[in-house]
C-alpha cells in the first residue's frame, strides 16, 4: 500500500475550505486540463455514505469511479474511499485545520494497484502522476479562494 500526502496553507476561513470541497461541482475547477472530469449525479449535496459516480476522461480513455463518502466531520475532514475505480484500494482523506492565520489543506492519499507484482511496477509512475494532480489541485484552490478576500 502506497502513501501520499500533500499539505498547502491557503488564506481563508475553515469553513469556507470545508464548504469548497463539500460541493462536488468544484472538481472539475481544481482537475488539471490533461483529465475531464464529469459528475454522473445530479445531486450537488455531500452527506455521509453518499455514493459519487464520476467519469475520468485521460488520454481520451474513459474511466468509471463510484466513490462513498465514508466520514463528514465539519469543518475538520472528509474522507472518501473508492468501491469502483482502477485501484485495488482508494482511500482519500480531506483533512482541514487552522494553522495561526492560516488554514491547512491535507490531502492523505492511500493506493494500491490490481494486478499484483505487475502493478508494484507502475507504482512509482502512478505514485508520481497522483502527486502532480494533487500538487495542481492545491494551487487552484488556493487560487479560487484567496481571490474571494
Known amino acids: 500500500m502506497r502513501k501520499i500526502i500533500h499539505t498547502s496553507l491557503i488564506n ?24 475531464k472530469v464529469e459528475l454522473l449525479d445530479h445531486d450537488t449535496q455531500t452527506y455521509e455514505g ?36 482502477p485501484f485495488k484500494f482508494w482511500k482519500h482523506q480531506h483533512l482541514f485545520s487552522r494553522q495561526g492565520d ?12 490490481p494486478l499484483g507484482i505487475l502493478g508494484k511496477l507502475f507504482e512509482p509512475l502512478i505514485e508520481f502522476d497522483i502527486q502532480s494532480m494533487f500538487q495542481y489541485r492545491h494551487q487552484k484552490t488556493k487560487t479560487i479562494l484567496e481571490k474571494k478576500l
Not at 481563508?12 to 483529465?35: A, G, M, Q, V, Y
Not at 480513455?61 to 472518501?80: F, H, M, N, R, T
Not at 492560516?102 to 494497484?113: G, R, S, T, V
Open 102 to 113: 492560516l488554514c491547512e489543506l491535507k490531502d492523505i492519499i492511500e493506493f494500491e494497484l
Open 12 to 35: 481563508c476561513t475553515l469553513e469556507e475550505l470545508f464548504d469548497f470541497h463539500l460541493d462536488s461541482n468544484n472538481i472539475t475547477k481544481i482537475t488539471p486540463k490533461n483529465i
Open 50 to 85: 453518499k455514493i459519487v459516480k464520476i467519469k475520468i476522461t485521460k488520454f481520451f480513455i474513459p474511466i468509471y469511479w463510484k466513490v462513498k463518502i465514508e466520514k463528514l466531520q465539519k469543518p475538520d475532514a472528509l474522507v472518501d474511499i473508492a468501491t469502483k475505480s
